[in-house]
């Protein structure tokens, strides 16, 4: 499945085709090396999942991806185009949105405001647009709450579609099934599969949970202090014999 | 929705035409009510110190006026029975504007327009004089301003109601350039603060010395605020200047003063403004006064018209004194008794003629001779007769009798130096030193 | 030349005596995370307690300002457990309008006691000859004064047990909340020790400057200007501030005039912000 | 209108209270309007002035209440705009709406300069690094440089060619046009931005938030209001120079008015205006020697006993709705 006609020998999409491209990124903090040398590719209207142990610089690949942090060494395509230097703003309007692994939406801001303050300044009809994401996202009774009287779910899934208010193709999601209960949980990642499926958007997923990354992605990517150590379907990751060292110490 | 809409406009129309029909009733006069007479003065803020003298004063004058019909020195003035004339009292109205031109002119409109005051008097510091000077022309309010002494209020603004009582600045450093080049002084240094007040007092000092041939060396304005005038001072002293000019206010001058001793600064004389013949200058820096000099605008000792009466007065009303007596307090009293001529010259409170006479009269007051430029002139209302005194803190002499009117702190005696026919001692020439 | 080194010698002695009430605030900063606008005040009551003292008491100037340490130090205390306790942690706007009604408050409440009239502790010592000019005794004893307090205070923030719990509450409210320190035993006393210190700095300034109610007004910009120099919440950074400016004060007016002078300070501080935001010799501390 | 368009109206007015709300606003208005007929020109110069206080105030709303970039060197544009229509008109004869819109303009590019340096630093950073330049602009102004411009320390007299009547309309409208300006940013998606930025500003940029560009966009126009009132407010005055220009207190007032009101709420610094104007009224006539005194300690106590603000205390009361807009 991974190896066809237009891919190199890493099985990388060839002629740029590969939504976002990592090349070689290193981030140092001091001495501490947060990511050595990284290099992954992520397919359109996938799902890629990020797995590794604490430390192992996912939230910090995610920061360089989307501008937070300058890349010391190596480069970040999207869509052929390189963004390593470009500030987050302009990379989120390139199309690539992000959540937090602590929830960052306003939480002194109604949930109307919160999708409004994504919207793109020249869109006529942004109120329209905002509704009915929150019908998606099952929010539209809470439209005129303070974000921050939200249940963590909700919160969650607003700051999902506020993503999607600025049309964003690439979604990088920072553990997004943790701390909501099994009910959200499968609704989120129902959320998450429609979007992937319909409208063709691309998930890039840090995630703890073991079961949400082998039932749901196509491929999974694992990080270890800051170097890959593995990447593939969910099976070939699970049985890759560092990926276990990591995970069960053995 | 739209009756909803037109219901709404008509009621804007209703409220509207009503406020319109509907007058300003006034209250009917009685007939018998004080003579009102208003005026705004710094008594909170960065002013405050002088705007409380200059209250007192005014308050003095209030009160002789209303008890006996007229004020120290003005018997001549006629109308002994209590009160101002027709036997209606004087009521002063005092405000505070808390040192902010923007105050100031919302309490003139105060005054004029609710207050509904007779005359006015001017409020204390050029910038709130600058500012006001506005609203009495607009209003047509004969205002005494004896509180300013920017020449700038004046000149080239032909104002049509408001007069300068007390001296401009032109007269604020009498005689120092002259005393100077007496003594063979061939140059001359000057601090000042960067405001309005020091500035024009210190061009015109600028130009005093350059008449005589004293150059200048140094002219340096410092910013407001400022702590430490060590290093001001110490460039100063760098040039040897013969005389030494300081231009600021109160704080400023304890603050050089103790600079100066400190440095050992050597010069044939000093001159202060404003604050150093304060006597709270001499009990802030002791024996450092020697010598000092200082601008005065009218001492107690001076022969003017009920002077020593109105010591006395101020002592009994205002518990001030007349040893640690202040010529701030006196600017009240001579915005009071300016008024106070004129209206009795009119006999009647009808303020066009009040005003001509305050612009024509000529006459000599507790403070000393009034005469301003007339109507027609581009500086209409310019103070042009009263003088400026110098003053020099000497040690007091054993078994001398002073007068009553002499200021005298501790061992420090302020005497009169300039103009040499009022003097009471001669100048101490060069600065004695520091030990 | 001559003229510099005088001028850099008066900037120290200045700078020492701003140093010290810069400390305060910058301690008061560090800990509670607050800007205290209240503190140009505690040095013009300092100030004043120092001079009712001599005036009145007829006490020794520098003693009185020992005196004057006290209490202020006790009003600030006083102060924090009536109010300012309340805002610590808060949206910071709070803390700033608290402290700065405080400020109005105490400043025309000193106006309606002791009226506007300027004053100052008459206290004169004499100069000594330097390289052709005089320096004050008066400035040589204040700064004396204000090392030997600097000194007592980084002592004992080195070495005893109240002072490592300050410091570690200086640099991380949260972990030394984790720890077990009382973190608002430790803001009460960093508030009175920042007071202590502007009574202090009050006291000296009195000896020698006049002194006025609204002094408070143009003390804590000063103040600000070094502490910023410094690096927000760094102590020796205040106190090296403070001689910057002192310096930046003196030697700027001597070469290029006493207004120039004024604005060294505020744009100094600005470009340091800029360029480099944890202070000239800042501790590298991030604060929001 | 017959009996049944007045029941229904009648029933209109009782089931939407902001229909009573509209109409308590037209009857403000209109007395607003009305009130230099009414009223002595005294109170009319005590009602300019709160105009004057309801632009600064919601000028500094909109910097500081939308964003959260503590603004203490409000002063600053105020000052610059109110010398540069001072200086236009009166020194280059420039007729005077043109030269008070100037005046906010020369503010409002003041703030797009200073603000594009200053909008660098955060938090106390910011707030202090204004403090400084409160501190050094009216020393800047004095220096040799600018004071063929400025006049210097000496200040700057002027008569501008406007009357009372025409000042404290110019006052009302321009204090309506802030309120309404802010009210369109706040019910846009630009003012939705802002207090985004007030909220996160990295997680703004993460979702697409120029930030940069519109906090300084936010300070541009903060900076316009407060030049424009302030243009007015010196023209009242009928002087300028430095200390007055870049008043310490004019700085401050908007500042406890926003807070009064409720910072970040559209009418929290109109109403913080409103009743700061009438509090300071009252206890300046009846504690003339105190009241600054007085001042301080309202302060104290609003901070502590309402330290959201008015509206804001009414909005969690539930006594007024939750949109931004109220």
Known sequence: MM?????????????????????????????????????????????????????????TLFNVITGQFRADKGKVFFRGKDITKLKPYQIARRGIGRTWQVIRIFPNMTVLENL???????????????????????????????????????QKFLELVRILMFDADVMLLDEVAAGINPTEQLAALELIHNLCDQKGKTFFIVEHDMDVIMGHCDKVICLNFGEKIAEGTPKEVQNNEKVIRVYFGA | ?????????????????????????APPKEEVEPIKIGCSLALTGKYSWTGERYKEGLLVWQTQVNERGYSSGLEWCGHTEPGLIDGRPVEVIIYDDKSDPATGVKLYHKLI??????????????????????VVERYEMPTASCGASDPGIWGGNNLQ???????????????????????????????????????????????????????????????????????ILTKAMA????????????PDSIGLTKAAQALKADAGIFVWTVGAGAPTYVEAVGDACYAMCCESLWEGILDTPGNEEYLEATYRIAGLPPEKHEYHTTFGYLAGQLMEIAVKEVGAIDKEAIRDTLFEMEVETVYGPYKVLPLDSPDSGFQTASKGLLIQWQPKKVGVEYPPGQVIIGDWVKEVIYPYELATAEPIWPHPGWD | MELLIIALVEGILLGSVYGLGAMGLSLIFGIMRIINLVHGEFLMLGAFTCFWLWFLLGMNPIGATFVAMLVIAALAAFLYKVAIFRVVGKFPLLSRVLTFGLAIFLWNFSEFAFGSTFRSVNYPTGSIGFLGSYLSVNKIICFVVALIIAGVLFASLKWTRIGKALRAASQNPRVALISGINIHRIRLLSYAMGGALAGIAGGLIAIQWAIYPSIGQILILKCFAMVALGGLGSLPGALLGGVFLGIAESVGTMYWGATIAGVIAPLTVIAVFIFRPQGLWGVVERVD | MNKSDKLRLAEKFKTDKRLWLYAIAVIVVALLIALPRIVSPYLCSVVFLMFIYIAYAEAWNIMTGFTGYIN?????????????????????????????????????????????????????????????????APVLATTEYLIPLTHGGYGFQFVQPVSDLTMYYSAFFISAATVFVAYKIITSSFGAKLLAIREDEEGAGSIGINTTKEKISAFAISGFFAGLAASVFFAFQNYIDPSSAFSAWYNSLPIIMVLLGGIGTLWGPVVGAVIMTFVEEFFWSVLPETYFMACGAVIVLLVLLLPGGIITWFKSRGILPRTRAI
């Open chain 4, 72 to 136: 203490f060197g409000f002063s600053v544009f105020a000052g610059i705009g109110g010398y540069a229509s001072a200086i236009l008109i009166i020194d280059h004869g420039i007729w005077w709406p043109v030269g008070w819109l100037l005046g906010g303009v020369f503010a409002s590019i003041g703030a797009l300069i200073l603000g594009s340096f200053m909008l660098r630093l955060r938090g106390s950073y910011f707030a202090i690094g204004m403090l400084c330049l409160l501190l050094a």
């Open chain 2, 239 to 250: 040039a040897k200047p013969d005389v030494v000019g300081i231009g600021g206010y109160e």
């Open chain 2, 113 to 134: 327009t609710e207050d509904k005051v007779d005359l006015c008097f001017g409020p204390y510091s050029s910038a709130i004089a600058k500012a006001i000077s506005t």
């Open chain 1, 116 to 154: 409004m303050t994504a919207a793109n300044l020249r869109e006529r009809n942004a109120g329209e647009k905002a509704l009915e994401l929150l019908e998606l996202a099952g929010l539209v009774a809470e439209k005129d709450s303070y974000a921050g009287e939200l249940s963590t779910g909700q």
């Open chain 2, 161 to 231: 109601w408001m007069v300068q009582g007390m001296q401009p600045t032109d007269e604020y450093f009498p005689g120092v350039a002259d005393i100077a080049a007496k003594m063979g002084a061939k140059t001359a240094a000057i601090i000042h603060e960067d405001t309005a007040f020091p500035i024009s007092l210190m061009n015109s000092f600028r130009g005093q010395l350059e008449a005589k041939g004293i150059e200048v060396v140094l002219c340096e304005a410092y910013p407001k605020g400022i702590t430490d005038w060590t290093p």
């Open chain 1, 3 to 59: 190896i066809s006609v237009d891919r190199d020998e890493e099985g990388r999409l060839k002629d740029g085709k590969n939504v976002l491209e990592v090349q070689n990124v290193t981030k140092e903090f001091g001495s501490l090396v947060a990511l050595n040398n990284v290099s992954i590719w992520i397919e359109e209207g996938k799902i890629t999942g990020l797995i590794g142990p604490n430390g192992a610089g996912k939230t």
């Open chain 2, 1 to 25: 929705m739209k009756k909803v809409k037109l219901v709404l406009v008509l009621g804007l129309a209703v409220v509207l035409v009503a406020a319109f029909v509907l007058p300003g009733c």
